[in-house]
């Protein structure tokens, strides 16, 4: 599990819920069944009219994801991209042929297919900068999900609120009544900015930083299949991929080294 998605989450929730027991008040005011009827399916209600069905649903998988441990492999997998420049360089490009089967993800497998096919360098970046920029775009589409819900859930809150004073506002002849009732009706807002602000807006950010470590490394896959074509020295290569890793993975890589 990924250990900042989880203790964010749980260090959100046990400042608010601290807080409001150290002044005086209890779970039982916030849980308002009626408020989160209306904060959760107004701001579903919204999302779906937004987007497609498939769009949302692929959306919500993809938490599993935030909340798993990010795999790094990036240093694994320039090491794979020097064995093939090593085999290519004493056997051919098509001698990689015999690697495609035991290459797991997709567009590492059709760019190095292409590749055996004898594709130009030039026509194979051409090529799969489109299908690149096509994985992106798709993938772009599933935290536009939750940022559209963190922008949606703090008005449906308000609209909660409202509706709870209009309800309030018919029993004003009972002033207890009326402040037991403001204070219910405020929980929507309370409902809806938190979620916003706490879930929505935060897995939107993460997905994206998980968005742009994929493009980087089918960027790196990329370039190192067309220096591999190039017919580039396996160590300028080795180097050259250095380039694409965050300060940490460099630094890992430098003491495997």
Do not use: C
């Not at 987007?51 to 794979?80: E, M, N, Y």
């Not at 090529?127 to 690149?132: E, K, P, Q, Y």
């Amino acid at each position: 599990m990924d250990k900042a998605s989880i203790g964010g989450v749980f260090l959100a929730l046990t400042g608010i819920i601290a807080g409001l027991l150290i002044e005086g008040g209890n779970l039982g005011q916030v849980l308002q069944p009626t408020a989160a009827l209306i904060v959760f399916g107004g701001t579903l209600g919204a999302v779906l009219l937004q987007f497609p069905l498939t769009t949302v649903i692929a959306a919500f998988r993809s938490l599993i994801h935030i909340f798993a441990a990010p795999q790094k492999h990036d240093a694994g997998l320039i090491q794979l991209l020097v064995a093939f420049a090593n085999k290519a360089r004493r056997q051919g490009v098509v001698a990689l042929d015999a690697d495609l089967e035991g290459i797991r993800d997709p567009f590492l497998k059709q760019t190095v297919m292409l590749a055996v096919d004898g594709t130009e360098p030039a026509e194979l970046r051409k090529m799969m900068r489109v299908s690149l920029d096509s994985i992106t775009e798709e993938e772009e589409r599933l935290p536009a999900v939750f940022e559209s819900a963190g922008g949606f859930s703090p008005t449906i809150g308000i609209l909660g609120a409202v509706l709870g004073l209009i309800q309030v506002m018919q029993h004003l002849d009972n002033i207890h009544a009326v402040g037991r009732g403001i204070a219910v009706a405020f929980v929507a807002t309370i409902y809806g900015v938190g979620l916003a602000n706490l879930f929505f807006l935060p897995l939107a950010g993460k997905m994206h930083l998980r968005i742009r470590d994929g493009h980087r490394r089918r960027e790196m896959m990329l370039e190192g299949v067309i220096s591999i074509l190039e017919g580039m020295n396996p160590r300028m290569l080795e180097i050259k991929l250095s380039g694409f890793l965050d300060d940490l993975n460099r630094e890992k890589k430098e003491r495997a080294a």
